[in-house]
């Protein structure tokens, strides 16, 4: 996938991963880069700083979605590259509120079902498209304390591969972005949790830009997985090979984590 002359959906883009791959979209040369997020302000900032075209929008809400990209069609007679960036940190155990699980259900889920609704039929008419998906290295793995969390990134992942499995022979690309720990607004819930966590999110979080640079690289050698932190490959291959082994390891980080 090149990224010059096309034309970028991303959604979430007010800031964080989004706004990165915003930037280097255009620096890459794409035809029109959209920024999208459900505050409207911050999508303005950087659809300014890129000279792209900013959208208010609740990903939630599947009418607007479609809204949304019926008229970047109409505009720009397609979408190429659509991002499924926006994402919420929900953490808590089984007991989280049923509210607290279906906003989190809604964003990291089904907002993805509703946008790749909406851009899948132009790029299947079309017979190309390349969807990238933000999840998580908890969607491959897990996240300490943080059930919600955890459990709508593996669902992110898995819609991602079921759209690659059943649509890759028809031209289009799907890429799964699963990082750890990133400089970004959310990267403080995860923090709180104990020294122990903080200790491990300051030695493993990278920027945001490095973010986007793993993106951009993924697109072009068409790889499923995006991983910019090394060392998950490594966890999720242990996690293959030896599940068993792997839950064991992942009760003594739960304890050292939970500060027990």
């Known amino acids: 996938m090149d990224i010059a002359k096309k034309v970028a959906l991303i959604t979430g883009a007010g800031s964080g991963i ?6 280097r979209f255009t620096t890459d040369g794409a035809e ?22 900013a959208f208010d929008l609740d990903v939630t809400d599947e009418g607007a979605t479609a809204a949304v990209v019926s008229e970047i069609e109409e505009r720009h ?49 079309r017979g190309n498209g390349y969807i ?5 290295a908890a969607g491959l793995l897990t996240n300490i304390g943080a059930a919600p969390y955890s459990v709508t990134k593996h669902a992110a992942v898995a819609f991602a591969e079921w759209l690659s499995v059943t649509y890759g022979r028809s031209g289009i690309k799907v890429s799964c972005l699963c990082p750890m720990f990133v400089d970004t607004p959310m990267l403080e819930a995860f923090a709180e949790h104990s020294d122990h966590m903080r200790d491990w999110v300051e030695e493993l979080a990278i920027d945001v830009d490095d973010v986007a640079t793993a993106v951009v690289d ?3 050698s068409e790889s499923f997985l995006i991983l910019p932190h090394p060392i998950v490959l490594d966890y999720f291959q242990r996690k293959a090979l030896d599940y068993d082994r792997w839950i064991s390891g992942m009760q003594d980080l739960n304890d050292r984590m939970s500060g027990e």
């Open 132 to 136: 990238v998906t933000t999840a998580s």
């Open 32 to 53: 029109a880069v959209i920024v999208t997020d459900i505050d409207g302000s911050s999508a303005r900032t950087v659809a300014s700083a890129i000279g792209g075209e």
């Open 77 to 125: 007679g397609r979408i190429d590259i659509l991002c499924l960036n926006a994402g919420i940190a929900t953490d808590g155990s089984v007991d989280a509120l049923n509210e607290d699980w279906q906003r989190t259900w809604d964003v990291n889920v089904m907002a993805h079902v509703y946008a790749t609704r909406h851009v899948l039929p132009g790029m299947l008419d």
């Open 18 to 23: 989004g706004a990165a791959m915003a930037h």
């Open 218 to 220: 993924g697109m072009r």
